[in-house]
């Protein structure tokens, strides 16, 4: 008998039918756009127009023309989208869903560590506050960090921020020095390969597919790293049957959703679980987001010179990344 259980869709209930029936009124009555990240729960996801990771929901949220966005993430996805949406309405399901990462790097000591090194250009992951977005050259999201660095010149120092894993795989993968920052995700700090092993053992055709914000330990071990929509596509073009899958486990909805013939085990960060979770991207409910449109709150707002700040190095993430 396996410990290790493949994930199987959730099934739809009436009261959760009911709700997204709401939403979808309430979408085409209020001219707004729900954007999900995969890490929502199966729900949520499903009551969205774009679900994505932060670089599609980035862009998403640049380029919609609906009057409200309704953003089901974390704090700094929301902040991200009404950075680029200023006189447009942006709402989240739950303002207190906020990102420890984000929160590991606290914008007095930032600029502290900044000091240190005057001559760097700083390129902060987008999991960062608008705070330290604006204390930043570039921003970049798990999907375009390489892409970024690579643009910097070979002698200009780098500092980068705040998630030292994602920071370190860079330095490895371009054979860089960098001046890395270090915080990281709990999420997926929480993955040893002492315990994927385990499923690897009761998977032996499975691939390991992990996101760099991953331990080291991790990365080296898996078939395959990338950020959440680069794990998507490398599950949807494989031609193996079976995954095993370190990040957040709100990703094998889609996953399988995408090759419904495949088996996706969530990696487990100890012994015998499934996965480990973001409680803070959890917090967003298809109720939250029902009353969320019926009442137009909680609304994020943000300063207008910090938005003005924080939006240059988004802004020019975009650019280098077109």
């Given at each position: 008998m396996k410990t290790f259980l493949p994930y199987r869709i959730p099934a739809l209930d009436d009261e959760e039918?009911?709700?997204?029936?709401?939403?979808?009124?309430?979408?085409?009555?209020?001219?707004?756009?729900?954007?999900?990240?995969?890490?929502?729960?199966?729900?949520?996801?499903?009551?969205?127009?774009v679900v994505g990771d932060s670089l599609a929901l980035a862009r998403a949220a640049e380029e919609t023309d609906a009057e409200v966005i309704v953003f089901a993430g974390v704090y700094f996805m929301g902040e991200t989208a009404k950075l680029l949406n200023p006189d447009k309405l942006v709402l989240m399901p739950d303002n207190s869903a906020g990102c420890p990462l984000a929160d590991s790097c606290p914008t007095d000591e930032f600029r502290a560590f900044k000091k240190e090194h005057p001559d760097a250009t700083v390129v902060s992951y987008i999991n960062s506050t608008a705070e330290i977005k604006a204390e930043s050259d570039i921003v970049c999201t798990s999907s375009n960090a390489e892409h970024i660095v690579r643009q910097i010149p070979e002698d200009k120092p780098v500092i980068f921020g705040p998630d030292r894993n994602l920071g370190g795989y860079i330095q490895r993968k371009l054979g860089r020095d960098m001046i890395i920052w270090q915080g990281y995700c709990y999420v997926h700090d929480a993955y040893s390969w002492d315990y994927i092993a385990r499923a690897a053992a009761e998977y032996p055709q499975a691939r390991v597919i992990a996101h760099p914000e991953c331990r080291r330990e991790v990365l080296d071990h898996a078939d395959f790293v990338g950020s959440t929509g680069a794990l998507l596509a490398y599950t949807e073009e494989s031609d193996a049957a079976e995954f095993i899958v370190a990040t957040e486990p709100g990703i094998l909805y889609e996953m399988k959703k995408r090759s419904p013939g495949k088996s996706f085990i969530a990696a487990p960060a100890t012994s015998g679980s499934s996965g480990s979770v973001c409680t803070q991207m959890k917090q967003n409910s298809l109720k939250k987001l029902c009353e969320c449109l019926e009442r137009s709150e909680p609304e994020i707002v943000v300063d207008k010179d910090l938005a003005e700040a924080a939006l240059r190095p988004i802004r020019r993430m975009l650019e280098m990344s077109a």
């Open positions: 039918r009911a709700l997204l029936e709401r939403i979808e009124t309430l979408k085409k009555e209020r001219n707004a756009v729900i954007l999900a990240h995969y890490y929502t729960v199966p729900r949520v996801q499903d009551a969205a127009d």
